[in-house]
């Protein structure tokens, strides 16, 4: 999603959040980091761009009506208009960040806080701020030769390179409706703890083709799980059908139409109402407001492709997985009671 060809990262600075559940303490630095090392820099910046796979923005959120009680967002606004005193900067937005943190569930670890210039995402060059917030460390092996001529084993704690915990990269684009913003959040998943999206940034998905495909997939995967098995009896055979139909629809359409899309997927009216009760029942969970009509991205539906794939489980013998065609597959019980499914196919690959 962003191409580093070009870039640079001209300020950095790291300084460590504390945990009073492990007994550490929250400290700031005095200084920045010294880039020199270009085997650092190419890490680094390798790090602070890979992470973000996934081509879906947010953007701050206005608090009480405004943007101006967004603190993040001014945070963010005033260092982009003058990045000359950033590592003092950067301590203010780690105290931010320290202020929001006083759930027992948080996790101590270390803040990293950048500017990088030169990047090119969606054939835009731009310049963008990094926080990213490191909680859980492996064990990396180490060697060391001595004098003796022997090599000497060591466990070192470190991170890996390729996944970080909590990380957001806001860009220096379209400013007036909360900036175009890359966010990750892995860990701490238990409601009460999701400070980092919505306390301590607050932030919000973005209203596009990309979010609102995601989210019809989502909640179509949700509802046939929750609702199609027990509220009308579907079978996972059933159920593998449905969501077939649902990608059918997703990578047949260029645009999505909420009612042509219950209607051909769940095709039964009062399955159709009922996906349109659990629909409202989805938004007021998640907060969020799904259009009834966008272009469909197939960049959502690609991403999300592991969503469609269906497996009946028998015992712990047999992992059937089904794509489809409700006529290939039959389900019954014998004489003795036992259950069976007949599976016909054309061709055995």
Not at 333 to 339: F, H, L, P
Request: glycine share 4%.
């Amino acid at each position: 999603m962003i191409n580093r060809k070009e870039a640079v990262i001209t300020h950095l600075s790291a300084h460590f959040v504390g945990s009073e559940v492990e007994g550490k303490h929250t400290f700031y630095t005095e200084k920045g980091i010294d880039l020199s090392d270009e085997l650092l820099h190419q890490s680094l910046l390798s790090f602070f761009t890979e992470n973000f796979k996934e081509p879906e923005f947010f953007r701050f959120l206005t608090v009480a009506g405004s943007m101006e009680d967004n603190t993040m967002y001014q945070a963010v606004m005033s260092c982009f208009d003058d990045d000359s005193h950033f590592h003092d900067w950067s301590i203010q937005v780690t105290k931010w960040l320290v202020s929001q943190s006083k759930h027992h569930q948080i996790k101590s670890g270390e803040v990293l806080i950048c500017k990088i210039e030169n990047i090119l995402v969606e054939d835009e060059i731009l310049e963008g701020i990094g926080i990213f917030k490191i909680e859980n460390k492996e064990n990396y092996l180490s060697f060391s030769e001595n004098a003796e001529e022997d090599i000497d084993l060591n466990i070192n704690p470190g991170i890996n390179l390729n996944k970080t915990d909590k990380a957001c990269f806001i860009l220096h684009t379209e400013q007036d409706s909360g900036f175009k913003i890359f966010n990750i959040d892995h860990s701490n998943r238990n409601q009460d703890a999701k400070y980092w999206r919505d306390d301590f940034l607050k932030i919000s998905p973005r209203s596009d083709d990309y979010h609102h495909t995601k989210e019809y997939i989502q909640l179509t995967k949700e509802f046939v799980q929750e609702r199609l098995g027990k509220q009308f009896d579907a079978d996972k055979s059933q159920q593998a059908q449905t969501m077939q139909r649902s990608l059918d629809y997703f990578q047949k359409e260029e645009t999505f139409d909420h009612v042509g899309y219950a209607t051909k997927v769940f095709k039964d009216e009062q399955i159709v109402e009922a996906f349109r009760d659990f629909k409202e029942d989805y938004e007021n969970y998640k907060q969020i407001v799904l259009t009834d009509e966008f272009g469909i991205s197939d960049q959502a539906v690609k991403k999300q492709s592991r969503v469609f794939k269906s497996i009946i489980k028998l015992d712990k013998n047999f992992h059937i997985y089904i794509h489809g065609n409700k006529n290939m597959i039959q389900k019954g019980v014998d004489d003795e009671g036992r259950k069976y499914y007949v599976l016909y196919y054309d061709e055995e690959h």
